[in-house]
């Protein structure tokens, strides 16, 4: 078509270039920080080679809470995908009660994240809150919730559960809602109860909205930072210390700026490469299983 | 069969709402308390537990002592989520509808590519920026400051509308826009006087994730806003560490989460009226 | 005056819509561009509208390349197949739509919307939304739009395709009439039915993989088909093609299938040719024989597909004659009706003396 060029332009080049700017520049500076020997006692902008990079080799707890983060992150993906994806299936036939559920499931989500936070901290108070009080009550006992490493973990584990499942819920929702009924009849036809009408013909048909689900929750749940500060500030020690927050510590209280920075860039590589492998692994499944 | 069924249906369904409930019955309860409520251990009734007061209540807007001043936060949270927003809507959706209806090519580099550009500063971890905003801002002296939030927070937002509006605008047929320019419309008319009118459902749900999104962030409001400036998440988790009684910090909670709460109705309401469902079946 | 398209190709990397088309386009009239589905139709007739890129080519008028005028400065109307109005206007802004973006005194706006709706029976119907409507009535709205401002081209793609039979007829007719007085602007109709082609009688192109196969008037582009492609995109059912031979005297079809050369073949050598007759030149009953393979009736016609000696054949015949696939059928070929195109290229060589079509005066 003739005469588009500027047009073209007009609508792309302002937001890309606003994002470039404001991305871009600390991208490529936090790279020469990463360079530099930046840090509370000697502040400022000196070069220092790849020193940074070589003190994250030997960084166990680094590692450590990279592994962590995997762990936590898959944990809380996989149960909201198991929660959501039950709930949906229950719900998903009777309109009212899909409506009612659908504003009472989504109220989490819209939640922010940290005030919430500050409210679990209260729930799970070791004796004044009413998380052991119900623990007492179901005959189990004061659980040590924040100041055993295991239990922290899945206090984090739970928070996270309750905020961002209601968001696999509504993905999920809107993927069967958007199925073909056909399928659904042929298997009726056939005499198929509810389990294998699911294993041979919902979860088939879902599965690419399942995958892309998964990834979005992942990507989101490999940021976890801020429910981990309020309600354990990564403890008991460093039991619930996920890189984010390692970094936010080396950075923003230990004041090791270009160490930090240096931390910044590998764990940014690290995701990157590590989300993009997830993501073609998915898709070649997807496409493996004729989605 | 069916029975059992449908009384684990109802469990199950019963079960979790009272697990989403659960919190905000809390915070509502110990909003009430006060030191006798709290001390002695988790109390649950007003009258039957404790004895309640509005102490909390009447402290949040700043008069008498041992109060938190939430509106200003409040306000604060608010100049900057909308403006963030408006702009990252406006500018996302030009982009989206670039994106969605030209061919960009610029060496290898085509649409897909860019729009994978976009959308992966999802990806970002909000710590890797932190530093660099932190140290970039306050060369420009925008720290603590309403603009420097802004500037920020229009680079979160802008991937999120970008994201909505391109899958939007990619479902409305191409012969649409054809017809307008037939009619004489050059591209910029056709967007605005066609295209726009018939996008209203993708900028709602566009707008929507902008706000909530930008709304709840606290990272970015902490680390790059201390006294001047402070926003609602800020305000709220800074009481969580100063020796604040239960009931006032729960109130405050509950008062930041409740915008929130009436979005989300307003959202179900829209939803069901299937311009986001999807299937109209 | 006359549009020149001097060697137009259109392509998306190694896949070609057009291919260095060279027609000529009359300033005024009906042209009807008919071709199989994938010919290249809606590409042609979006270069027109300036809204496909082309990767060579030049659409000329007095002198001036009409291709490097943007779509929103040209002066065209288009109806789609699948009906396309504006959903978040009522007919009436739908129609004058156009008018508002030229820039229209609100009284020549109102002048012409009046001719419009009166012409295409939408006065009732002004306040509402094309939603509302039916299929029918959306594509005359669209229909509207694209007639409501003085345009050089009215184009329409398969306009009818997604309308049911009855409709289809009914605005066919109506078609003829709004175009026959289209004297200062080319309508260019795009369609893959030959009957539609014929009902509108304008001018026609036969397109073909992106290739211009033959142009002419309709009755000359009906009774003699330029080649085989021309001869099966022009018919419906398409024209039977058989390959045969021309030998001692007689027409040699297939093993049991022979007859004495029909008088306009006289002067043809004996060789091999590939023959074609239309399916309605073939009546049921006579002495050659073929299985029924599949067998319709459409209406009042019956449409049978024969199976001789393993090659395909159909048959139309007025009436309904009830027949099962299996049964064995005589049937008789009006040799006086027989073409013959060259066994290699598909040229016509020899056509059939001229006689009017189905009964109308030509």
Known sequence: MYGLSRYKLFFLLPGLLTLLAIILFPLIFTIRVSFSGWDAASPGLNFIGGGNYGRIFSDARFWESLVRLGFIATACVLLEYVIAFALALLVWHQVRLRRLTRVLFLIPMMTTPVVMAVIWRTIFHESLGPANDLMQFLGIGNVAWLTSAGWATVVVILVDVWQWTPFMFLLLMAGLLSLPKEPFLAAAIDGAGPIRTFFNVTFPAMAPISAGAVIIRLIEASKIMETIYVVTSGGPGTATETSSYYIFIRGLRDFQIGYAAALSITYLVIMIVLLTIIAKLLARYLVKSGA | ?281 | MTYAIRNLTVADGNAIHLDGLDVELPASGVVTVIGRTLSGKTTFLKVLAGLQAVRSGSLVRDGVDLLNIPAWKRRVGMVYQQFVNYPHLNVRDNIVFPLRRAGCTPSEIEAKLTYVSDLLGLRPYLDRRPAELSGGQQQRVALARALVKDTDFLLLDEPLVNLDYKLREQLRDEFRRIFRDSRDRLVVYATTEPAEAMILQGHIIILHEGKVIQTGDYRDVFHYPANTIAAQVFNDPPMNLLEGEIAGGRMILGPSFETPLPAHFSTLAPDRYTFGLRATDLALGGDFSAVVALAEVNGSLTVLHLDLDGRNLVLEEEGVHLFQPGDRIGFTPDSARFYAFDATTGTLIAAPPRRSVSGQKD
């Open chain 2, 1 to 281: 069969m069916p029975r059992l069924f449908r009384i684990i249906k109802t469990a199950a369904i019963l079960g979790w709402s009272a697990f989403v409930i659960a919190p905000f019955l809390w915070a509502l309860t110990t909003s009430f308390k006060t030191a006798n409520g709290v001390t002695a251990g988790p109390t649950y009734l007003p009258y039957v537990d404790y004895e309640p007061s509005l102490a909390a209540w009447k402290g949040l807007f700043g008069s008498g002592a041992g109060s938190i001043d939430i509106v200003q936060p409040f306000a604060a949270s608010m100049i900057v989520t909308l403006s963030a927003s408006a702009i990252s809507l406006i500018l996302g959706t030009l982009a989206a509808y670039g994106l969605s209806r030209f061919v960009y090519k610029a060496g290898p580099i085509g649409n897909n590519d860019l729009t994978f550009f976009f959308v992966s500063q999802r990806i970002m971890p909000p710590v890797v920026l932190a530093i660099p905003f932190f140290l970039m801002l306050g060369f420009f002296g925008l720290l603590d400051t309403i603009l420097g939030l802004v500037i920020v927070y229009i680079a979160l937002l802008l991937p999120i509308a970008v994201w909505v509006m391109v899958d939007f605008f990619n479902n409305i047929p191409r012969e649409l826009d054809e017809t307008a320019m037939i009619d004489g419309c050059t591209p910029i008319e056709t967007f605005w006087r066609v295209i726009l009118p018939n996008s209203l459902p993708g900028l709602v749900v566009a707008g929507i994730f902008c706000i909530v999104f930008g709304w709840n962030d606290f990272f970015f409001a902490f680390t790059l806003t201390f006294t001047e400036t402070q926003l609602l998440p800020v305000a709220i988790v800074s009481l969580n560490s100063s020796v604040t009684p239960w009931w006032s910090l729960s109130a405050s909670a509950l008062v930041s989460v409740a915008p929130l709460i009436v979005v989300a109705f307003l959202v179900e309401r829209y939803l069901e009226k299937g311009s986001l469902a999807g299937a109209r079946k």
